[in-house]
């Protein structure tokens, strides 16, 4: 069994500043990881992927995640935060081994950036 | 590849009516996803196909519900009865392996008054 836990359903920081969004997996098979952004009343954009090669991986939009399997997380990261970056985050796992591989989200951080 | 397509954008309905959602994947994708969004539940996955072959409609919430994939270039989700709970952006992605990312369609935003 698969799922996803994403630890804040609220991130606010300021403008110019570091982004910190945390995940944590969990799966019976080695995982296939995602984050997913969605602008308001908008559909869902893929930010990045992780797929068992480099453990850092860079995504649209300055974005960086880890997977960190000892851990079993999957942090989102930037930098410096801007204003176009308010939006709902959502982390996703993905146990991709066979024709059983169902999709799971999180349940979504809200990223909010103060000016 | 013009995306995944959804259609239509908008539906409003009326409780007891049947409506009918459509989805066109992309090209050589091999599964198929429907999910739902609602402010309360989030994004709930509601039944995946695998060469037009349901996998898994756990998530399915009532008989009221079903889904169909009769060729690899369409899908159907059906609500028969519709009712005001039912109200949700629905959301189909496509993928081409299972360890590959989806790609998500607009939505139709389902009203039922």
């Known amino acids: 069994a698969q799922s996803v836990t994403q630890l804040d359903s609220h991130v606010s920081v300021s403008e110019g500043t570091p982004v910190l969004l945390r995940c944590n997996y969990s799966?019976?098979?080695?995982?296939?990881l995602f984050w997913y952004v969605q602008h308001p009343n908008k559909g869902l954009q893929l930010l990045l992927k992780?797929?068992?090669?480099?453990?850092l991986v860079k995504g649209i939009n300055g974005f960086e995640a880890e997977f960190k399997k000892s851990e079993t997380s999957f942090h989102l990261t930037k930098p410096s935060a801007h204003m176009s970056d308010a939006a709902e985050y959502f982390c996703v796992v993905r146990a991709g081994y066979s024709s059983a591989s169902k999709i799971i989200f999180g349940s979504g951080t809200r990223l909010s950036i103060r000016p | 590849d013009a995306g995944v397509i959804q259609s239509p954008r908008h539906e409003v309905t009326e409780m007891g009516q049947e409506v009918t959602l459509r989805c066109k994947p992309i090209s050589g994708h091999d599964y198929l996803f429907w999910y739902r969004q609602t402010m309360m539940r989030g994004l709930e996955l509601l039944i995946y196909?695998?060469?037009?072959?349901?996998?898994?409609d756990s998530g399915m919430p009532e008989d009221r519900f079903s889904a169909k994939m009769p060729n690899a270039s369409f899908s159907t989700l059906k609500i028969q009865p519709s009712e005001p709970r039912d109200s949700a952006v629905y959301f189909c992605a496509s993928s081409l392996r299972p360890d590959a990312e989806a790609f998500f369609g607009q939505g139709t935003r389902l009203t039922v008054v």
């Open positions: 992780y797929t068992s090669a480099a453990t």
């Open positions: 196909f695998n060469n037009n072959v349901p996998i898994d």
């Open positions: 799966s019976s098979y080695s995982p296939s």
